[in-house]
């Protein structure tokens, strides 16, 4: 089973990727939502960096939405949208904060406990146990940031066919017994 990957142990996609539109990624999903590869699927979850902020199917980071009951909850399009253009929408339970501090220094991350004295801010969904602490007397301005914790372009080293089966993963809720995977 695939777990959080080190950079050394990461399975790496054979490419060759591309951007694609959401249009193209919806294409592909749909020319080819059958026969699929469940283990590649599964790879390609760690490929793609999901695997270091998402769980799914039991496996993986909590940083981010559990994406375990994706296939039930969205249509393929909002998926691909939310891959491919992830600050197009931000849920309120994952938005981060921008702290312009009295000295200069911007802070960019999630809220994730508040005194009468200081806010603590978990800057990167990579390391959700380095917490930064600011006194709430050096903060100038507070307002909610406009770009998603996730990166874009995640899902653009893998080639269709690797998409593809990352998306029938995904839709699939970690099933390898799914229709869309070839028997």
Same mark, same amino acid.
Request: proline fraction near 7%; charge should be negative; charged fraction near 25%.
């Given at each position: @089973? ?31 939502? #059958? ?8 790879? #390609? ?16 980071? /909590?940083?981010? @939405? ?55 801010? #978990? ?12 006194? +709430?007397?050096?903060?100038? /301005? ?9 990166? @874009? ?17 995904? +839709? ?12």
């Amino acid at each position: @089973p695939v777990t959080k990957a080190s950079a050394g142990d990461r399975p790496i996609a054979d490419g060759p990727g591309r951007r694609r539109s959401v249009d193209e990624a919806v294409r592909i999903a749909d020319e080819k939502a #059958m026969k699929r590869d469940f283990a590649r699927g599964e790879r #390609m979850f760690a490929a793609a960096s999901c695997i270091d902020c998402h769980r799914f199917a039991g496996r993986g980071a /909590t940083g981010g @939405p559990d994406l375990s009951a994706v296939g039930n909850r969205f249509v393929v399009r909002d998926l691909m949208s939310s891959m491919i253009e992830p600050s197009r929408v931000i849920s309120d339970q994952y938005l981060f904060e921008q702290f312009a501090l009295k000295d200069g220094t911007l802070v960019i991350g999630r809220v994730v406990a508040t005194t009468p004295d200081t806010v603590r801010v #978990m800057e990167s969904l990579l390391s959700p146990e380095s917490i930064r602490e600011i006194p +709430l007397a050096s903060i100038a /301005t507070r307002s909610p940031s406009a770009v998603s914790p996730m990166m @874009p372009g995640l899902i653009d080293a893998l080639n269709d066919d690797e998409l593809a089966d990352l998306i029938a993963y995904l +839709l699939s809720g970690g099933d390898p017994r799914d229709a869309r995977f070839a028997k």
